[in-house]
């Protein structure tokens, strides 16, 4: 079973920028696409980038595009989420997860989810 577990998530002011990584414990992570999802406070969990087992095809949300760049590390079982100017509307608990599909941005295809970590960005 693969285990997920973010950093990187914290306090950050509007125009910042963060760099969360996801850290997998299982060997076979490169068989998985992964993806990283966000849940505000009242509202679901969205999409936010996805990207293939190989690294080369992603996805965003088109709240984020050309803002995030999602990326993958397969010899450290490591994906990343690099958060460049922050704005308030960004602030929510990031979930980095992991499908056995070539590459989905619907939660429903994600079969492995980490703990999430919290990003918070002030105006």
């Known amino acids: 079973q693969v285990q997920l577990v973010e950093s990187g998530g914290g306090l950050a002011q509007a125009g910042d920028s963060l760099r969360l990584s996801c850290a997998a414990s299982?060997?076979?992570?490169?068989?998985?696409?992964m993806g990283w999802f966000r849940q505000a406070p009242g509202k679901e969990r969205e999409f936010v980038a996805a990207i293939t087992r190989s690294g080369g095809s992603t996805m965003y949300a088109d709240s984020v595009k050309g803002r995030f760049t999602i990326s993958r590390d397969n010899a450290k079982n490591t994906v990343y989420l690099q958060m460049n100017n922050l704005k308030p509307a960004d602030t929510a608990v990031y979930y980095c997860?992991?499908?056995?599909?070539?590459?989905?941005?619907?939660?429903?295809?994600?079969?492995?989810w980490g703990q999430g970590t919290q990003v918070t960005v002030s105006s």
């Open positions: 299982e060997f076979t992570y490169g068989s998985y696409s």
């Open positions: 997860a992991a499908s056995g599909l070539f590459i989905s941005r619907s939660q429903y295809d994600y079969v492995y």
